[in-house]
């Protein structure tokens, strides 16, 4: 997270608009800032991995994109789905840790890129990015049906509770077991 807490930072400073703090300005910085962080996070892992940097391509969406940056291979419409929700849940969840210290920054007429700074290091506490990491591990555990009624992964600054019935698990697990088997080295 300090990588990307830097480099978004980092890209403020970058900013061909940068004196520039009109509407129109800052719907092109946010384009501009959505297309990078994915880049960034899929070089990061790459270069961690002592993988090749794979660069994107333009006639992807931005998800085939990420996965394609991140893993080095296309996905299949299945995996597409699948992190299209994943991201989708994750956009979309009221004014949490992240959205709270963005809106803060940008309430005291600060920049773009200071806001998405401050949202991006409340991502690495263990209460509020953390929770995400804590819910994909508890995945990893369950081995099967049975084992399934309740987990809890819970914080002070951001409670997640996630139930999980056998029938939702089952409908959960035959959407995303491909993608986490993919991408599951990330978190372990």
């Known amino acids: 997270m300090e990588v990307l807490r830097t480099e978004v930072s980092h890209l403020g400073e970058c900013d061909p608009e940068r004196d520039d703090n009109s509407d129109s300005a800052n719907q092109r910085r946010v384009i501009r800032l959505i297309a990078k962080v994915p880049t960034i996070i899929s070089f ?55 959205t709270f210290a963005a809106r803060v920054t940008a309430g005291t007429g600060s920049d773009l890129y ?23 591990k508890m995945l990893y555990e369950i081995n099967s049906l049975d084992e399934v009624e309740a987990k809890k992964s819970a914080g002070p600054a951001t409670a997640v509770v ?19 088997q993919e991408i599951g080295s990330f978190y372990r």
């Open 44 to 98: 990061l892992y790459r270069i961690r991995t002592k993988k090749n940097l794979v660069v994107p391509v333009k006639e992807f969406s931005f998800v085939e994109n990420f996965l394609y940056m991140f893993r080095g291979k296309a996905a299949d419409q299945e995996e597409k789905n699948a992190m299209e929700r994943y991201m989708i849940l994750h956009a979309d969840h009221g004014l949490n840790a992240s």
């Open 162 to 180: 996630v139930v999980i019935s056998k029938n939702a698990l089952s409908k959960l697990s035959g959407l995303i077991n491909k993608p986490i």
């Open 114 to 136: 200071s806001a998405v700074t401050s949202a991006v290091g409340t991502l690495k506490g263990p209460f509020h990015g953390g929770a995400s990491e804590r819910a994909m």
